[in-house]
């Protein structure tokens, strides 16, 4: 049984910084796609950087480059994503997903499992 489990979202000033984390069960992270998503209220889910396999090939949602950085932790199996500085406007739920093939990375539709979610806010 594949199991995604999020953590260390929460509440941050602009500017500040935060770091996910997306511990895997059941998947080797190293052998397909594991990436990281944020959905709005009332919006579609939307691709914010993904990885792919080991030496890994990464993904970033135009514009996320230079604040958000993902990588894998091999021996915890984990996925993590780097956030600094936050910007009101990544105020969301934050999700990571992983694909049993290789589909193309910023759609949802395309991921077999799914973890809860963490929630980031970031305001003043």
């Known amino acids: 049984q594949v199991q995604l489990v999020e953590s260390g979202g929460g509440s941050v000033q602009p500017g500040g910084t935060l770091r996910l984390s997306c511990q895997v069960s059941?998947?080797?992270?190293?052998?397909?796609?594991v990436t990281w998503f944020r959905q709005y209220p009332g919006k579609e889910r939307e691709a914010v950087a993904g990885?792919?396999?080991?030496?890994?090939?990464?993904y970033y949602r135009d514009g996320l480059k230079g604040r958000f950085t993902i990588s894998q932790d091999i021996a915890k199996n984990t996925v993590n994503l780097q956030m600094n500085d936050l910007q009101p406007e990544d105020t969301a739920t934050y999700y990571c997903?992983?694909?049993?093939?290789?589909?193309?990375?910023?759609?949802?539709?395309?991921?077999?499992?799914w973890g809860q979610g963490t929630q980031v806010t970031v305001s003043s």
């Open positions: 059941g998947y080797d992270i190293t052998s397909g796609l």
């Open positions: 990885i792919y396999k080991q030496p890994p090939f990464l």
């Open positions: 997903a992983a694909a049993r093939g290789v589909p193309t990375w910023s759609r949802p539709s395309a991921y077999d499992y």
